[in-house]
């Protein structure tokens, strides 16, 4: 079982910045891929970064074209959570933002959250203009 809890949310000005956290615990080690996801009233959760990485020191970084040169994924080995850095946030940034994880292999679609089994609770960004 993988527990994950996001935090960092939170209302901020356009062109602002937030860092979004993802906590894992449990059998974490199982996993090789954690995703953000967001989700806008009205609309599907859609795919915003995720970070995979395999039994050596390889990782990956994957961006949607909505975010990237604006959102930086990364993540600390030690403290077992994966971090979102927003720039230059814009107000459709606005959404709940969620954590997932998933042990995928080379042909999963990490873009796909059918792909990820673990999911954290959410954590709210409005984006004012």
């Known amino acids: 079982q993988v527990q994950l809890v996001e935090s960092g949310g939170g209302l901020v000005q356009a062109g602002g910045s937030l860092r979004l956290s993802c906590a894992a615990s449990?059998?974490?080690?199982?996993?090789?891929?954690v995703g953000w996801f967001r989700q806008a009233p009205g609309q599907e959760r859609e795919f915003v970064s995720a970070?995979?990485?395999?039994?050596?020191?390889?990782?990956?970084?994957y961006y949607a074209d909505s975010v990237k040169g604006r959102f930086t994924i990364s993540r600390d080995v030690a403290k077992n959570t994966v971090y979102l850095q927003m720039n230059s946030l814009k107000p459709e940034d606005t959404a709940i933002y969620y954590c997932?994880?998933?042990?995928?292999?080379?042909?999963?679609?990490?873009?796909?959250?059918?792909?990820?089994?673990?999911w954290g609770q959410g954590t709210q960004v409005t984006v004012s203009s």
């Open positions: 997932a994880a998933d042990t995928l292999s080379y042909y999963s679609d990490y873009k796909k959250a059918a792909e990820y089994s673990y």
């Open positions: 449990g059998r974490t080690f199982s996993s090789n891929t």
């Open positions: 970070h995979r990485w395999d039994s050596g020191r390889t990782y990956y970084l």
